[in-house]
């Protein structure tokens, strides 16, 4: 596989281009980078389509963001990546967070994509059980406490302690400012977004998926205008890697489709 640099909004970024035909730019999720997605640009590539990716900024090898970023940053950054190519229109491809990604893009700037296809796509918010929400509390009113007294390092403690015990993997395994933009990420509900997402769009999902459960896939398949939910039976949370064949058979059908 080969990889090039490009610079978008002042972030050094890795991108790989395969492929010829119609464009699909391909988005990964929280954590991965190119090499997630490539097996999938492979195959489509052998169907007639030109497959840009890009390790998103703070993944992979491309810098992280100067600031916090939200979902709408990494839209824009998807927008100047396409501006980059000379592509004013594409179809897309996004797993994950790519999903979130591709929801917020195809509803706010539709012009821009042509068809989509998202596997196991995050973006609907699950509000925390009560004992979550009362262990936080608790958490919040002791560092709040710890503070006011000036138990600066106490309450330092406390918060490396909280974020040991109760943080997710991807918390954990993130630097101090993707763990901000991933706050900023995972508590965006972007149900109304794919209300208002109208391109044709396939889902495509794994029974088995733990991370984003396929429960989330029927709520986007019911609120999502004109879409169709595809179940990979004893797929996980990586449905179109288990299936890259299968997978990219399913989008070529759906992008040569009046």
């Not at 004992?131 to 009113?141: E, I, N, S, V």
Request: proline share 5%; aromatic share 8%; net charge neutral.
């Amino acid at each position: 596989m080969q990889t090039s640099r490009i610079a978008i909004d002042g972030i050094d970024i890795r991108q790989a281009v395969i492929g010829e035909g119609a464009p699909v730019l391909m988005t990964h999720g929280w954590g991965a980078s190119i090499e997630t997605i490539y097996p999938l640009a492979a195959q489509l590539s052998k169907l007639g389509y030109r497959c840009v990716m890009l390790d998103l900024p703070g993944f992979g090898e491309s810098a992280e963001p100067r600031r916090a970023w939200s979902v709408r940053d990494y839209v824009d950054c998807c927008l100047a990546l396409l501006d980059a190519h000379d592509w004013p229109c594409a179809h897309y491809f996004g797993h994950s967070l790519g999903g979130r990604i591709g929801l917020m893009l195809v509803a706010e700037h539709p012009q821009r994509i042509n068809k989509m296809t998202l596997s196991n796509s995050a973006g609907i918010r699950v509000e925390p059980g009560i004992g979550q929400r009362l262990r936080l509390g608790a958490y919040r009113r002791a560092r709040s406490s710890l503070q006011k007294i000036g138990a600066k390092s106490t309450a330092e403690n406390l918060r490396r302690l909280y974020n040991q015990r109760f943080g997710s993997a991807d918390f954990l395994q993130a630097s101090p400012l993707m763990r901000q933009t991933l706050a900023q990420i995972v508590n965006q509900d972007l149900l109304e977004y794919a209300r208002r997402a109208a391109k044709p769009t396939v889902l495509i999902w794994g029974d088995e998926d733990e991370e984003t459960p396929l429960w989330m896939g029927r709520m986007l398949e019911n609120a999502m205008p004109d879409a169709a939910l595809i179940v990979q039976p004893g797929a996980g949370h990586y449905a179109y890697l288990d299936f890259p064949e299968r997978t990219a058979s399913i989008m070529d059908a759906l992008f040569r489709s009046d």
